[in-house]
């Protein structure tokens, strides 16, 4: 709440000092966190440099150092979401460059390498194979026509030269070399499943030559989601498994499986990108592990002798990217308070330092509005959850016989999910005069299998409910203003956002980034690793065509009566510009209020500092405009066409 003695002002035009420029200035994403000796690494995407992704080290009583020069990005576009672009080992750091998708190689402090030649080859998920003078990577070809060929392959550090280890399956992950170099693990699938849906874990022993021989399946199918494979210090394979309907841990103990936990918990993540960690080992017989409960991350520490589990108090409620050295362990983490960090911690005691933080901030708490998770009812009789963010500025209060505006947030995905961490962008509108709800429709993952799969057939459906019935609870709480109720989504979120918007009647406002509206178009045009990721959240397209066109948005954009903002990159191959430039011509034709920012050389997602800096802003611009209040921030206003109505 606002402080009692702090003078009444509309909701929505409070003065923050939480700014477009302060996110974008002082504020950076950290993954990807790697060890090798006594080092730390950790991937840095700077939005003051368009983007970039650094590599970043930490050594012992030294200050942190960038590993990679200008203008090079640790960026692959593998899956063409990424992740897992490099790896650091036996003291030098192997990258892909965003730019040319080639391998490079340096020594700290050195000039970069180029390992591989120009070509269609992208590369992820590396691991060294210093035995033999090769990484083992992910290899995606692009020089077929159609679809790119996945295969997990070896490249050659002399020569740059590429050997197929493994095909046949449409996708691979998580190449896993034991700590003696005679055994390799690692993940594929194929489609329609995605990595969640159902992996395989195969085991092969590594020839003197280097090729794979007699290799074995030991977990996974299509009814089974397996997730990172790690070798334990003695060379004993583990893996997360969702076999009992939760992510939990599993090793290979003399030909079978044996569980590690038995949770009802996720200690996996859906693989949207490469290179993920939940776990690592501090010692032969210790692993740390972060998993999910309600919506909130832990972490733990587990005697893999007794199987006896711990939690660690470390204040952090958003944990990933897990790894450890002899006696450490590292994670990037936040929590409702504090911006994400990469965040050194000693198991044994759970004492826990600062390495990294993502932002350089100094605010007084009476700002930060503390997220508070709620279960609400759903369609179907059944339960969704979310976190509700109340406006909270420690110098204004909203006029006593007014409530506040609702900004309702859907995740991406839809096979993701939100947490409470703290998160600028959030803060940014709580802090102004407006409450958010972030809604972890059913699909959202961090619930279990059942939770996650409750969405197959029903996407546009079960996830617009969600987010309807979340708004509408909180009206009847008397906590928000059911007049001024809008939605906003990015990608998938933005389909959600649109649908919503479009097949009911419960928000009066929205803002689509980067969103779907036609599910026609999405089936037919997006990329290899979602092209069939429809068949399981709607149904095969050549089965269910009048499905995908009765839930698009654009074939029922007539039934749109509520302003829209639209943001887009231009390069966006995921979801191209025409599906938002569709949208809003059919609103300019009826005449409804719309506004459309397209943002050139941003592809799925916005990366540069000037345009995250102006999508929020244009986007407070345009709720000012709609709802009839004036922000406190002297802004760029956007266009709004068709605001006085046809």
Known sequence: MAMTDAEPSPYGSWPSPITGQ?????????????????????????????????VVRQRPGASREDCIPTPYSARTRVHEYGGGSYVAAAGRIYFTHFQDQRLYSLRPG?????????????????TLDTARGRLIAVVEDHSHPGEPRNSLGAIQLGDGQVRTLASGADFYAAPALSPDGRWLAWLSWSHPDMPWDGTELWLAEVAPDGALHASC?????????????????????????????????????????????????ELGLPQWVLGLSTYAFSSPDRVVCSYQRGGSSRLALIDTRSLEMRDLETGLSSIAS?????????????SPTGPAAVVGVVPETGEHWTVRAAARLDLDPGYLSVPEPIAFPTSRGETAYAFFYPPRNRDCAGPSDELPPLLVMSHGGPTGTTSNALDLRIQFWTSRGSAVVDVNYRGSTGYGRGYRQRLYGEWGVLDVDDCVHAARYLVSQ???????????????????????LTFTDAFQA???????????????????????????????????????????????????????????GAEDRIVPPDQ?????????????????????GEQHGFRRGENIRRALEAELSFYGQVFGFKPADELEPVKVENLAGP
Not at 28 to 50: F, H, I, K, M, N
Not at 241 to 265: F, I, M, Q
Not at 527 to 541: A, M, Q, T, V, W
């Open 580 to 600: 938002a430039e569709a949208m809003v011509e059919a609103l300019r034709d009826k005449g409804l209020p719309v506004a459309y920012v397209l943002f050139e």
């Open 510 to 568: 929205g803002a689509s980034h980067y969103g779907v509206s036609d599910l026609e178009a999405l089936a037919r045009e997006t990329h290899k690793f979602e092209s069939r990721y429809l068949d399981k959240l709607i149904g095969p397209y050549s089965q269910c065509q009048d499905l995908y066109r009765v839930r698009s948005p654009i074939h029922a954009a007539r039934r749109l009566d509520y302003p829209v903002i639209f943001f887009q």
């Open 217 to 265: 399946h030991v977990a996974g199918s299509r009814e089974e989601s397996v997730f990172q494979p790690q070798w334990s210090p003695e060379g004993q394979l583990y893996f997360v498994s969702d076999r009992s309907g939760w992510w939990n841990l599993y090793r290979l103990s003399e030909g079978a499986v044996e569980a590690v936990t038995a949770l009802d918990a």
């Open 22 to 54: 302060l996110i974008v200035s002082e504020v950076v994403s950290l993954g990807q966190v790697q060890t090798d000796g006594d080092c730390v690494y950790w991937l840095e995407v700077r939005p003051s440099e368009a983007g970039r992704s650094v």
């Open 478 to 500: 008397h906590r928000v203003d059911g007049h001024r109720l809008a939605i906003r989504g990015s990608s998938a979120g933005g389909y959600t956002t649109l649908a919503a």
């Open 110 to 126: 050195e000039a970069p390498v180029a390992v591989t030649a120009p070509g269609p080859l992208r590369y992820a998920d590396l």
């Open 322 to 334: 897990v790894r450890a050295l002899p006696g450490k362990a590292f994670v990037v983490g936040a």
